[in-house]
């Protein structure tokens, strides 16, 4: 009965900034990875940035330097700080989660990113 709920989208003009939230629920287990993945109209879902139990993290290319993802493991919730937003980063954000203790890889059901120019 893992959940994983996503808030935080919305629309924002270029150069804009939002924060996304991914908040776990039903896991005795702290996610061995979380992460941030999106999917424009038309194209394959791409991993944004993952972040393990011990806060190792990784960024895609497009945007490094600009968003910045993080973890509260206490609250079992992750977050994307998302700055300089362009119109390419319009997509549905989705959130993943991997448990290897209960065999769990999940995901929430994505929060629009709406990125005008």
């Known amino acids: 009965q893992v959940q994983l709920v996503e808030s935080g989208g919305g629309l924002v003009q270029a150069g804009g900034s939002l924060r996304l939230s991914c908040v776990v629920s039903?896991?005795?287990?702290?996610?061995?990875?979380m992460g941030w993945y999106r999917q424009a109209p038309g194209k394959q879902r791409e991993l944004v940035a993952d972040?393990?139990?011990?806060?190792?993290?990784n960024y895609a290319d497009s945007v490094k330097g600009r968003f910045t993802i993080s973890r509260d493991n206490a609250q079992n919730t992750m977050y994307l700080q998302m700055n300089s937003l362009k119109p390419e980063d319009t997509a549905v954000y989705y959130c993943?989660?991997?448990?290897?203790?209960?065999?769990?890889?999940?995901w929430g059901r994505g929060t629009q990113v709406t990125v005008s120019s």
């Open positions: 993943n989660a991997v448990i290897i203790r209960s065999s769990y890889n999940g």
């Open positions: 972040i393990t139990s011990g806060g190792r993290t």
């Open positions: 039903g896991s005795i287990f702290v996610p061995n990875v």
